[in-house]
C-alpha cells in the first residue's frame, strides 16, 4: 500500500508507475482504492461508476478497469455533499456529517472488492487518501490503515517535497500513528524532486535514523508527463503538451492553431476528456474562467458537470453564456459534452428536483432541444458513428467514449441527430454545423474527431498525430523508467515478498 502524508502527494502516479513496472517484469497487477472523492469519474464495461485515477493504474498495469478496483467514489455536488457510488451504484448524496456516519457501513463492500482482487491478481497495489494521520477520522478510517490491516499490506508513505517541509511531514507523519499502524510502514519515498539528489543526503540519513525505516527512493518531478491527472485540483498547474514547443511551431509552419476554449465551470467533471486536444500540436488548448477567456476562442467547448443547472446558473451571472452566444452567432464552432450538451438547448426541466429546486430554467438556445431530468442515471460505455455530415466531422466518423449522465433530450426540428450508437441515438447538431453536443464523455480521443476538426481550421494533413492510446502507452513507459531509475525495486519487491 502507498499512503502519502498529504493529498496530491503524487500516490496515484506512483502507483501506477510500480503497476507498469510489475506488469513489465510478468506479475498480474490490479490497482485499489477503497474511496475516492473526484467528480472525473469512468464507466467500466458493465456500466458500474468508478474513479478515473484507478482507470489509469489499471491502464498501465495493463488489465480492464471494474468497480472492484475502487469500490467507494464520492462525487461532490456542493461544499458539504456528495454523491455516494457502492460498486458503480449511487446510494444516495449525503452531507459530510451523514456520510462520516455512514461510512464504516461501507467496509464489507470495501473488504468484498478487495479480497476479489486479491484471489484474481498475483500483485494488488492499495493507494491511500489523503494521510493516514488525521487523528480526527481514527475510528472511522475506511481508506488508509483499516485497509492496509485488511488487507495486511506494508505501507510505503510519501512525501511531496516540492510543497516544502518534507522531513517534518514524513517524521510527523509517523509520530502520529499508532504504534501497531508505524509498524506497517516498511520504507519512505520523497517525490516530485527537482535539483541535485546529494544535496538531500544529510537529510535521508536523518529521516532514517529518527524514522528507522529505509528511504527507498528520491523520485525527480517528471516534466511534462502527460498521464491524467486525478482531479481538477490539477487544473491550476495545467501540464505541457507532449509535444515540445520546437515541434509545435514546425507542425504549424504551413497552418494555424486552434485556439480552443473551455469554460471553466465550477462543478466541472471529466476534465481529462480534454487532454487529448493539448497533447495535439494542432490545437492551443486552455479552460477559460471568464467572458474575456473566450474573446480569442477559434472554438469553445462546454465541459460537463456535477451540476448542470447551477453550473448554467454561473455562465449566465458571469458573462461567459452572453459571450458564447455572441461568438456561436457570428460563427464560432461550440461543442458541448454531457452536461455542456445539456446547455446548450433552449431549457432544462428538473420536475423531481433532482439538480435544483428551479424546476426548470433557460438555456443557451444554440440547439433545438429540451432536455428533462429523471432518477435513472445512464453509465455505459459506447461506440458510434456520426449519422449527420457537418462541417466539422464528416459522416461516418468513428467516435467511441462512455455515458455517465442523467436526463434525456427531446431533438426539436431545427436539429439533427448527430450518432448513431450502439445503444441508440446520440447528441445533436444546428442546422449550420457548427453547434454540436453529445453525451460522450472521450468524444475527442477519436482520431476521426481530432482530424476532422484540424481539416476544418486548415490544419496541414501532415500535422505529427499520436493516438490516446499510443500516447498513454509511451507515458506509462516513461514513467516507468524514471521509477526503475529512482527507486530501489529490489528492496521493493523484497518488502512484499516476491522475487
Not at 65 to 79: H, I, Y
Not at 104 to 126: C, K, P, T, Y
Not at 304 to 310: M, R
Not at 366 to 390: C, H, I
Request: glycine share 12%; net charge negative; proline share 4%.
Amino acid at each position: 500500500m502507498l499512503q502519502g502524508t498529504a493529498s496530491h502527494a503524487g500516490k496515484t502516479l506512483l502507483v501506477a508507475g510500480l503497476a507498469r513496472i510489475m506488469a513489465q517484469d510478468g506479475y498480474s497487477v490490479a490497482p485499489f482504492k477503497s474511496q475516492n472523492m473526484s467528480l472525473n469519474s469512468y464507466a467500466d464495461s458493465d456500466g458500474g461508476e468508478m474513479g478515473r485515477a484507478q482507470v489509469v493504474q489499471a491502464e498501465a498495469a495493463g488489465v480492464p478497469p471494474r468497480v472492484d478496483m475502487n469500490p467507494v467514489l464520492l462525487k461532490p455536488t456542493s461544499d458539504t455533499g456528495s454523491q455516494v457510488v457502492v460498486q458503480g451504484l449511487p446510494v444516495g448524496t449525503m452531507t459530510a456529517q451523514a456520510y462520516h456516519d455512514f461510512k464504516l457501513g461501507l467496509l464489507d463492500a470495501v473488504s468484498e472488492s478487495l479480497e476479489r482482487l486479491r484471489r484474481e491478481f498475483q500483485v494488488v497495489i492499495i493507494e491511500g487518501a489523503g494521510s493516514p494521520a488525521e487523528v480526527n477520522f481514527r475510528g472511522r478510517d475506511i481508506a488508509n490503515m483499516t485497509v492496509a490491516e485488511m488487507g495486511d499490506a506494508p505501507v510505503l508513505l510519501i512525501g511531496d517535497i516540492e510543497r516544502g517541509g518534507v522531513f517534518a511531514a514524513l517524521v510527523g507523519t509517523m509520530e502520529l500513528l499508532l504504534d501497531e499502524e508505524r509498524e506497517r510502514v516498511a520504507g519512505l519515498i520523497i517525490n516530485k524532486f527537482r535539483g541535485d539528489r546529494s544535496i538531500l543526503e544529510p537529510g535521508l540519513d536523518f529521516l532514517e535514523g529518527r524514522c528507522r525505516r529505509p528511504v527507498l527512493g528520491v523520485v525527480p518531478y517528471i516534466k511534462d508527463l502527460m498521464i491524467e491527472e486525478e482531479d481538477s485540483v490539477a487544473l491550476s498547474d495545467r501540464r505541457e503538451a507532449l509535444w515540445p514547443s520546437d515541434v509545435r511551431e514546425d507542425a504549424n509552419s504551413n497552418g494555424k492553431t486552434v485556439k480552443v476554449r473551455a469554460a471553466r465551470l465550477p462543478r466541472l467533471s471529466n476534465f481529462t476528456d480534454f487532454d487529448s486536444l493539448e497533447a495535439c500540436p494542432g490545437f492551443d488548448f486552455r479552460f477559460a474562467e471568464h467572458s474575456a477567456g473566450l474573446a480569442d476562442a477559434d472554438l469553445i467547448v462546454i465541459p460537463g458537470t456535477k451540476s448542470t443547472i447551477s453550473d448554467l446558473r454561473f455562465l449566465w451571472s458571469s458573462g461567459m453564456a452572453a459571450e458564447i452566444i455572441r461568438k456561436a452567432k457570428a460563427g464560432t464552432p461550440v461543442i458541448g459534452i454531457c452536461g455542456g450538451y445539456q446547455m446548450l438547448g433552449a431549457k432544462i426541466l428538473d420536475p423531481n428536483g433532482l439538480d435544483s429546486s428551479a424546476g426548470s430554467v433557460k438555456a443557451l438556445g444554440l440547439l433545438d432541444m429540451e432536455t428533462v431530468f429523471s432518477p435513472e442515471k445512464e453509465t455505459r460505455q459506447t461506440a458510434g458513428e456520426v449519422v449527420a455530415a457537418t462541417p466539422l466531422l464528416a459522416e461516418g466518423a468513428l467516435v467511441t467514449g462512455y455515458e455517465i449522465h442523467m436526463g434525456r433530450s427531446e431533438l426539436g426540428p431545427g436539429v439533427k441527430q448527430l450518432l448513431q450508437t450502439g445503444h441508440g441515438a446520440d447528441g445533436a447538431v444546428s442546422a449550420d454545423g457548427l453547434v454540436l453536443g453529445s453525451y460522450l464523455h472521450g468524444f475527442f480521443d477519436s482520431d476521426d474527431v481530432l482530424a476532422g476538426l484540424l481539416s476544418y481550421f486548415g490544419c496541414p494533413a501532415e500535422l505529427p498525430m499520436m493516438g490516446r492510446g499510443m500516447l498513454k502507452e509511451h507515458e506509462y513507459d516513461r514513467l516507468a523508467r524514471e521509477l526503475r531509475a529512482s527507486l530501489d525495486m529490489e528492496k521493493i519487491y523484497e518488502i512484499i515478498g516476491i522475487g
